[in-house]
């Protein structure tokens, strides 16, 4: 880490007081080192050229009397180079130099006081120009942060004299010095979905931002969804520290990330005086942002079914169910690329339909969902459906035969079509047929009454998909 030393000459500009401005305990420090930030600091906004300088001129503390002399004490802002900003260094004589174009370190190290009093200063940028009580308020929680000698001051001076004054100066500061011992330091963000709906489903982002391992709070939060119709969201976080999005999720997957900023404690911006003599000013604004990001994706669910009968010849028919999750919802069903059944499903219901199939297809699923009045694009499904519904063997019987019952004939068995393979048995022996190929058993016709004919259709793989025992026709 580079350091920044003082030069031995800064052009000079702002307004000088005759009085010392009350800053950060600092009565014996001398050319302070300046520590350059990180580089996920964001530095404050340049404030308007026009620096008015806000607060009230007290009497001394006792520790202020005693330590520099001084009579009265300014609580409040005052301006350098045309910005305003408080006082660090209590006792030291008025302070004049330039403001440092980036965010940096008021000391090397990272001591507790000085993260709170940066953090103080980042916290609420706008207060000491806003009026002459948030000006005080400002300036008196950020001086108690690290001087002792102005907390000594504050409890037996200047803190009887605004419960008169201006109590409203008492109740920012203590508020804004409290948040900021809480919450200094470094910030973490959990969270994400707390629920992940089918697509047009409702779900919910939440998140919990921490500062130094407390809850933090009023931290603004920024969102950007995908897949998704935001329905409502938090813009800071609760006392809790926590934040929810409310959305309305599409056909497909959806994204999040979340954005928390958050006062930056490690850095703020600071002026550099020209000599060790005169006070450091500090200002705020520096932000840091912390981000949580999250992506889920999921497919609705769609029932297929075959009610297989053997009077059907393998064109069974094909039963569809579908429910919607909160938004209509359309199905189709696909063969081949075409559209051989499409199911209108309303909102929060179930549908089904049904459609002939034929054995052996495979039948694909797309869907798309209406989120907002607007239909999605269709989104095809992982999953298939096959149709197993294999058609029966013809079977069949020829010969001829004298009057008293001898004689041959053939058991004739030829396969239906179709992509499926058949084991046919008869008498111990197997044979088989696929396509429209047929086989003979033959058989004497003494025997015919007790003839038995079995098959078995096989898938490709050669996996028994069903059989049974076949019936003849005779011609």
């Not at 007081?17 to 050319?31: D, N, Q, T, Y």
């Not at 004589?93 to 090397?108: C, E, F, L, T």
């Not at 200047?158 to 109590?167: E, G």
Request: charge should be positive; hydrophobic fraction near 35%; glycine fraction near 12%.
């Amino acid at each position: 880490m580079s350091y920044l030393s003082m030069p031995g000459f800064v052009r000079r500009g702002g307004v000088r007081r005759v009085f010392a401005g009350a800053s950060l305990g600092c009565l014996a420090v001398a050319g302070a080192i300046l520590v350059p930030g990180p580089a996920q600091a964001a530095e404050a906004p340049i404030q308007a050229a026009a620096c008015r300088e806000l607060g009230y001129q007290l009497d001394a503390g006792p520790k202020l009397k005693a330590a520099a002399g001084f009579r009265t004490e300014w609580i409040g802002n005052l301006c350098v180079d045309g910005r305003a900003g408080i006082c660090d260094d209590y006792g030291l004589s008025a302070p004049d130099g330039q403001w440092i174009d980036k965010p940096a370190k008021r000391r090397p190290g990272s001591d507790r006081a000085t993260q709170v009093e940066q953090y103080i200063a980042n916290a609420h940028p706008t207060a000491m120009t806003d009026s002459k009580t948030t000006s005080a308020a400002y300036k008196s929680a950020i001086n108690r942060a690290v001087s002792k000698g102005f907390r000594s001051d504050w409890e037996s001076t200047y803190k009887p004299k605004f419960r008169s004054l201006d109590p409203q100066v008492i109740k920012l500061a203590d508020a804004w010095l409290a948040d900021a011992e809480r919450n200094a330091g470094p910030v973490k963000v959990t969270g994400g979905l707390t629920s992940k709906p089918l697509p047009g489903g409702k779900g919910r982002i939440s998140i919990t931002a921490t500062g130094n391992g407390k809850a933090l709070t009023g931290a603004q939060v920024s969102w950007k969804v995908s897949g998704g119709k935001v329905l409502t969201f938090s813009k800071t976080t609760t006392a809790k520290g926590q934040a929810v999005l409310d959305f309305t999720r599409g056909s497909g997957p959806v994204s999040f990330a979340a954005v928390v900023t958050s006062p930056e404690w490690r850095t703020s911006m600071w002026s550099r005086p020209t000599s060790g003599k005169k006070q450091h000013l500090i200002r705020g604004g520096v932000t840091v942002k912390t981000t949580i990001t999250g992506r889920f994706d999921s497919f609705p669910g769609i029932t297929a079914s075959t009610k297989c009968v053997p009077d059907c010849k393998g064109r069974p028919p094909v039963t569809l169910a579908a429910k919607s999750s909160g938004s209509p919802m359309r199905w189709q069903a696909l063969v081949g690329g075409k559209v051989v059944k499409t199911l209108e499903v309303s909102a929060g219901k179930t549908a089904a339909g049904t459609f002939t199939g034929v054995d052996g297809q495979r039948v694909a699923f797309r869907y798309q969902v209406q989120v907002g009045g607007k239909w999605s694009g269709w989104r095809t499904v992982s999953r298939t459906f096959d149709v197993v519904c294999p058609a029966v063997p013809l079977f069949s019987i020829t010969g001829t035969c004298d009057c008293g019952g001898h004689g041959m004939v053939a058991l004739h068995i030829q396969a239906p079509g179709g992509p499926r393979t058949y084991d046919v048995t008869y008498g111990g022996e197997t044979k088989r047929i696929s396509g429209s190929a047929a086989v003979d058993f033959q058989v004497p016709m003494a025997q015919l009454a007790g003839a038995r004919v079995t098959y078995d259709a096989l898938d490709s793989a050669g996996k028994r998909l069903g059989g049974g025992v076949l019936t003849p026709w005779t011609r």
